[in-house]
């Protein structure tokens, strides 16, 4: 199998997404917070915080459809089962 880890800190799961798509697979995050702090005298902090990140690879000798994601204290994990080979066994050709 293969592992996939990647590290996205203070991204929530729900804004994680995943797609398979001609053999690629996208992994993509979009957040947006946003922080307001009042002061007893009278001032107001607001801080907002919005981006988005992907990543896409190709898939060789995967299976797709059994393809599971776990998201954990800051880290995705994509496991990834790949292909069994169907060994070739040898041949000669006859020329004609």
């Known amino acids: ?19 398979i798509n001609d053999d690629v697979l996208t ?3 979009e957040w947006n917070t946003e922080k307001k702090n009042e002061r007893q005298n009278g001032y107001i902090m607001n801080e907002r915080r919005s981006g988005r990140a992907s990543r896409s690879f190709t898939l060789e000798n995967v299976k797709e459809d059994a393809i599971s994601a776990e998201y954990k204290d800051g880290v995705l994990t994509l496991t990834m089962p790949k292909l069994t080979e169907t060994r070739k066994s040898p041949r000669r050709i006859e020329i004609q």
């Open 1 to 19: 199998k293969f592992v996939l880890e990647a590290d996205m800190p203070g991204v929530k799961r729900e804004d994680i997404h995943i797609d």
């Open 27 to 29: 992994i993509a995050a």
